[in-house]
């Protein structure tokens, strides 16, 4: 399955703290910054994802238009609606 990641995550800058998994059944795993652009999203594998950050096993039976965030990588996940 394909998983969008902002370059910070992926270069492994920062930690994955914001999580999407939309109306589409998209995931989107981010660093949790505001000023991401198209150039900043890369498209991973799950797999690539679970070997960048296993918390994210944490939010496997996350239900379509749920997101999750932290501020922190050891925090706990802090679910919220996404809205249409």
């Given at each position: 399955m394909a998983s969008f990641v902002c370059n910070h995550v992926l270069e492994k800058?920062?930690?994955?703290?914001?999580?999407t998994h939309d109306s589409e059944g998209d995931w989107q795993?981010?660093?949790g910054e505001d000023d991401h652009t198209e150039e900043n999203i890369k498209i991973i594998s799950l797999l690539?994802?679970?070997?960048?950050?296993?918390?994210?096993n944490d939010l496997h039976e996350m239900p379509i238009n749920?997101?999750?965030k932290r501020?922190?990588?050891?925090?706990?996940w802090k679910p919220f609606?996404?809205?249409?």
């Open positions: 800058t920062k930690s994955i703290l914001y999580v795993f981010l660093c690539q994802v679970v070997e960048l950050d296993n918390t994210i749920v997101g999750a501020r922190k990588i050891n925090e706990k609606k996404i809205s249409n």
